[in-house]
């Protein structure tokens, strides 16, 4: 379960997600706001820019926006 959807950067933080955002690919600067969000990619939801992704109520989860739009279909 997802308990901390949406997080702000910290140094912590930086170190781990040392491949930065899955949808700009872009590294992570500090005091940025990333969400835990569904994509494109093959895998479990990553993090990328708040900005960059879509709340989806129905699933109550973030979904990357290029994503969203293309498919309105996440999940399923
Ligand atoms: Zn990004």
Same mark, same amino acid.
């Given at each position: 379960?997802? $308990?901390?959807?949406?997080?702000?950067?910290?140094?912590? @933080? @930086?170190?781990?997600?040392?491949? *930065?955002?899955?949808?700009? *690919?872009?590294?992570?600067?500090?005091? /940025?706001?990333?969400?835990?969000?569904?994509?494109?990619?093959?895998?479990?939801?990553?993090?990328?820019? /708040?900005?960059?992704?879509?709340?989806?109520?129905? $699933?109550?989860?973030?979904?990357?926006?290029?994503?969203?739009?293309? *498919?309105?279909?996440?999940?399923?």
């Amino acid at each position: 379960m997802i $308990t901390q959807p949406k997080k702000l950067v910290d140094r912590e @933080m @930086m170190n781990t997600i040392t491949s *930065g955002c899955a949808a700009c *690919g872009h590294p992570f600067n500090l005091g /940025e706001t990333v969400v835990l969000a569904c994509g494109a990619w093959e895998g479990p939801p990553k993090y990328i820019h /708040e900005n960059e992704a879509v709340f989806d109520p129905r $699933t109550s989860t973030y979904v990357e926006r290029k994503c969203f739009e293309a *498919g309105r279909n996440p999940g399923s």
